[in-house]
């Protein structure tokens, strides 16, 4: 092959190169925030531990740390969970979500809620976050009392 062929195929080969790392950024999704998504940071005061009362004003809910919440740490963290009156809700189910809409990724672990430690106390278990910046932990509750959600957003 002669030096000129060989150079023509190097430059196509980097134009290849680069036209995929550039469709591969215009296309995930957490470059759409950079080009107008719809994602909407909360204003400051929606942030915090809580209480937040949820979607439909079932529970009040309120984020317990059991202690300082930190980056890329496996921890623990506990919810009491109220109905709207003010009283302890001891039989909920709660499901756990959430993760950083800015950047379109979820948790990077699966943390359950280990059941009720009395009082109106859940225990969630094996929460991470990986990064520091907004985060979302979403909650959804069932109880006798009706089914509900609740977002708390964090800045980590």
Do not use: C
């Not at 009040?60 to 809700?89: I, M």
């Not at 979820?106 to 094996?126: H, M, R």
């Not at 990986?130 to 009392?145: D, H, N, Y």
Request: net charge positive; glycine share 10%; proline share 6%.
């Amino acid at each position: 092959m002669n030096q000129n062929r060989r150079q023509a195929l190097r430059q196509l080969r980097r134009a290849v190169f680069v036209a995929a790392i550039a469709a591969v950024g215009f296309a995930g999704p957490a470059n759409a925030f950079l080009f107008g998504s719809d994602v909407r940071k909360p204003e400051a005061h929606e942030f915090g531990l809580g209480p937040r009362d949820s979607a439909n004003h079932v529970y009040r809910v309120y984020l317990k740390p059991t202690e300082t919440l930190r980056l890329r740490k496996l921890q623990n963290l506990r919810v009491l969970v109220l109905d709207a009156q003010g009283r302890p809700v001891e039989d909920a189910r709660i499901s756990v979500d959430g993760g950083m809409p800015e950047h379109a990724h979820g948790l990077p672990t699966q943390p359950k809620v280990q059941g009720s430690l009395g009082g109106g106390l859940y225990d969630i278990e094996g929460l991470r976050f990986s990064m520091g910046g907004w985060w979302e932990v979403k909650l959804a509750i069932e109880s006798p009392q009706g089914a509900d959600r609740v977002t708390f957003n964090l800045s980590l």
